[in-house]
């Protein structure tokens, strides 16, 4: 089935940092999607992408679809504490028979 | 407008108990999505419906899980017996489409067997 290598794995950082995280695959994929999941709550959707090259902002977040469409990138800009939490990217190939594929998720942590 | 909901939040339980997990849809979805998320295995799919009917169970463990949905609103997810290695957090989703719509997620359900 279809892989997304999300990386990197864990990022610690200072407040006021940038972050940046990416999701890569082998495959061509329609739509790009970025999830955030707080401890003890479900994924919610930050940010969807639906057009190869397409650059989104929601707020200090920002996410691009590849121009390949083989990957996507996350960036936050000067993160503050309620970023913290587990970031996943997911992607679907229309018409493909897996359905959403999920990254394994980047977990953020934020240094005082 | 309420988003998907689970119940129960947290279940522990004994092994070799039956277990039901809950989800009501957000409304006007005709997908329903059950997941389950360990630190292993990360987010597995399990069984999805379109419409109420079963699409695709190739996820689901072990015959020990079944799940139903009686009609639009409602989806039961159940394990029995249950065993240990079944602990997880298992969560819901529900979207308008199968493959260009994003998945919405409940709170999940944190389930522990003893």
């Known amino acids: 089935g279809q892989q997304l290598n999300q990386s990197p794995q864990s990022m610690f950082i200072q407040e006021g940092e940038d972050v940046s995280m990416n999701c890569t695959s082998s495959?061509?994929?329609?739509?790009w999607l970025w999830y955030k999941q707080d401890p003890g709550e479900g994924p919610v959707l930050l940010i969807a992408?639906?057009?190869?090259?397409e650059l989104t902002s929601n707020g200090r977040l920002t996410a691009q679809f590849g121009i390949t469409r083989k990957d996507s990138f996350l960036n936050i800009s000067a993160s503050i504490p309620s970023d913290v939490g587990i970031y996943f990217c997911?992607?679907?190939?229309?018409?493909?028979?897996?359905?959403?594929?999920f990254g394994k998720g980047t977990h953020l942590i934020i240094q005082p | 407008d309420a988003g998907v909901i689970q119940s129960p939040r947290h279940e522990v339980t004994e092994m070799g108990q039956e277990v039901t997990l809950r989800c009501k849809p957000i409304?006007?979805?005709?997908?329903l999505f059950w997941y389950r998320q360990t630190m292993m295995r990360g987010l597995e799919l399990l069984i999805y419906?379109?419409?109420?009917?079963?699409?695709?169970d190739s996820g689901m463990p072990e015959d020990r899980f079944s799940a139903k949905m009686p009609n639009a609103s409602f989806s039961t997810l159940k394990i029995q017996p249950s065993e240990p290695r079944d602990s997880a957090v298992y969560f819901c989703?529900?979207?308008?489409?199968?493959?260009?719509?994003?998945?919405?997620f409940g709170d999940g359900t944190r389930l522990s067997i003893l």
């Open positions: 989703a529900s979207s308008r489409s199968y493959s260009n719509q994003p998945q919405h």
């Open positions: 495959s061509i994929f329609n739509t």
């Open positions: 992408l639906y057009k190869a090259g």
């Open positions: 997911a992607a679907f190939y229309e018409g493909g028979a897996d359905g959403l594929t």
């Open positions: 409304s006007g979805h005709d997908y």
């Open positions: 419906f379109n419409n109420n009917v079963p699409i695709d």
